[in-house]
C-alpha cells in the first residue's frame, strides 16, 4: 500500500473511468452512464484521499515523487510529485468532479454519457496539471483539459455556446504558447524540462523579465486577471451548470497555482521586480469587477465576476511576499472552490426549474424554496466573507499580509468586505426575498434529497473551513516557508 503511486492513480482512474463511460454508447443506456460515473468518480475521490493522510505537513519539499522516462531523446519524463500546495488543489478536483456528477444527474437528458465523462477525463488531466514536475508534461496536460471543458460548453451550453467556446479556447491557447515558449528556452540552456533544474538555473534580470511575461501571458488568462478576463463571464453564462462549477472551482485555480510552481520560482528576481504590476492588477480586479457585479442583472454573470475579484485576492497575496498573504492566498483558492461551486449549483437549481437566470425574473423565492433558500443565503454569505464562513478566512489572511506589506494595499483590498456585500446582498434580497415575483414563482418547488444531499455536504465544507482552518493551514505552511526562502535568494549569474 505504501509504495502504490498514488499520482498517477488520481489522475488515470478518473480518465479510465470516462473512457469506460462513453463505452456505454448511446442515451438508451443513461441509467448505465450514469451510475458508472458515479461509482468512477468516487473511487477517483478515494485514491487522492492517501495523499492528505500520507502527506508530512512538516516537509516543504515534493512527496509521492513518481519519476519515468518518456521521450528520452529530448530528456522528457513522466514526473509528478506535490507538496503542500497541490494537494488540496487536488483533493478539490476529485471532490468537485463527485459534486458534478450528482448535480447532473436528472438534469443532463441528452448525450448523458458523453457529458459525464467528459468530466471525469478532464479531472484526471487536471490532477494531472497540480502533479507534474516536467515541463512538457505539464503543458500537455494543460492544453489537453481545454478539449474536454470545450465540448462541455459547446455542446451542452446555451444559446450562444459557440461564441463563448471559441473565445474562451483562443484566449487560453495563445496564452500558453507563449509558456511553451519560455520552455523551449529553459531547456535550451538547460538541457532539461525538469523543474529542480529550472529553479537551480540562473539567468540575467533582463532574460527573468521575458521569461515571468511568458508564464504571466498563460497563467494571467486562466486566473484571469484583469484586463484578460472577458472571456469568463461569457463561458460561465453559456456553460451548462456543471461546466460553471468546475471552471469556476478548478480551471481558475490553475493559473493562479502556475505562478506558484512556474513563474514565481523560476524567475524570483522578475517576480519581485514586476510584484507592483500584477499588485496593481489585482487590485483592479477586487475594486473595479466588484463594481461591475454590481450592474448586472444576470445571476450567472454576477457570480463570473465575483470570481475574478475574489481571484484578484489570490494573486495579491502570492505578490506582497509574505507567510500570510501566501497561506491566506491559498486557503482563498479552496474557500472560492467550495463557496462558487455552490453559488453556481444554486444558480442552477432555479435555472432547471424556471429556464431563466434573470434577477428580474424571480422574488420570494424562500416563500416557497425554504430549505433551497436557506443553503442559498448561507453560501451567499460566505461569499461576502461572513466569519465563521471559508470565504472570511482567505480574505482576512490576506488583507493582514497586505497590511504588513502596505496600508494602501491593505485598504483597498478590504474594500470588497463592503462591495461584495452590496452586489451579493443585492442578488439576495431581489431573488429570495420580499412577496412572491410572479406564478412561476409561485409554482417553484423546493429541493429534493439529491439536491439536499449536494448542497449540505457544499455547506459543511464551506463553514468546516471558515470553523477550523487549521488542517489546511498546516499542509499549506512548511510549503509556503519553503517558497518564499527560494524567492527572497537571488538568481542573478
Known sequence: MANLPFLSLSIWVPIVAGVAVLCTGDDRNAKMARWLALLGSIAAFLVTLPLYFKFDCQDGGFQFDE?????????????????????????LTSFTTVIVVLAAWEVIQKRVAQYLAAFLIMSGLMIGVFSALDGILFYMFWEAMLIPMFLII?????????????????????????????????YHQTNSFELVDFYAFKMPLNVQIWIFLAFFAAFSVKVPMWPVHTWLPDAHVEAPTGGSVV????ALKMGAYGFLRFAMPIAPD???????????????????IAFVALVQQDMKKLIAYSSISHMGFVTLGFFIFNPLGMEGGIVQMISHGFVSGALFLCVGVLYDRMHSRQIADYGGVVNVMPTFAAFAVLFAMANTGLPGTSGFVGEFMVILGALQA????????????????????????RVYYGEVGNSHVAALKDIGKREFLILAILAVMTLGLGVYPKPLTDMTHATANNLLNHLSQSKLP
Open 406 to 429: 502596505n496600508f494602501l494595499f491593505a485598504f483597498l483590498a478590504a474594500t470588497t468586505l463592503i462591495f461584495g456585500a452590496a452586489y451579493t446582498l443585492w442578488m439576495v434580497k
Open 270 to 288: 522578475a517576480a519581485h521586480y514586476l510584484a507592483n504590476f500584477i499588485i496593481t492588477l489585482s487590485l483592479i480586479a477586487v475594486v473595479y
Open 154 to 186: 459547446g455542446v451542452w451550453g446555451g444559446p450562444n455556446r459557440v461564441y463563448a467556446t471559441i473565445k474562451f479556447f483562443l484566449y487560453t491557447l495563445l496564452g500558453s504558447l507563449l509558456m511553451l515558449v519560455a520552455f523551449i528556452y529553459l
Open 67 to 91: 519519476g519515468y522516462n518518456w521521450i528520452p531523446s529530448f530528456n522528457i519524463h513522466y514526473h509528478l510529485g506535490v507538496d503542500g500546495i497541490a494537494v488540496p488543489l487536488i483533493l
Open 247 to 250: 471552471l469556476a472551482a478548478i
